[in-house]
């Protein structure tokens, strides 16, 4: 799965600027947990707009959709459906 690594490897490094180099499951909470703050969602969702395409505009912005791996995973897919 080529999306999740890239989802992985960007969060990783997120987390790698705060000198959080704890490891984390793709359905671990990043968001909501406070690993990652505001900020982080922000450099996040710029993220998955330039490399998959997703519209916040058209989607709207759902924290908990952007809290996981998986849930990111799953937010694009849904973006790439309503953009093929």
């Known amino acids: 799965m080529e999306r999740k690594a890239a989802i992985r490897e960007f ?7 705060k000198n959080d180099c704890q490891p984390f499951s793709d ?17 996040l969702a710029v993220f998955l707009e330039d490399k998959f ?5 058209e989607m709207g912005f759902d924290q908990e959709k952007m809290d ?11 973006s790439s459906h309503l953009h093929p």
Do not use: C, H, M, N
Not at 53 to 57: C, L, M, N, Q
Not at 68 to 78: G, Q, R
């Open 53 to 57: 395409g997703v519209d916040f505009a």
């Open 27 to 43: 359905d671990a909470s990043l968001l909501l947990s406070g690993r990652l703050q505001s900020v982080d969602a922000v450099a």
């Open 68 to 78: 996981t791996v998986d849930a990111i995973a799953s937010l694009v897919e849904e």
């Open 11 to 17: 969060l990783r490094k997120l987390l790698v600027r």
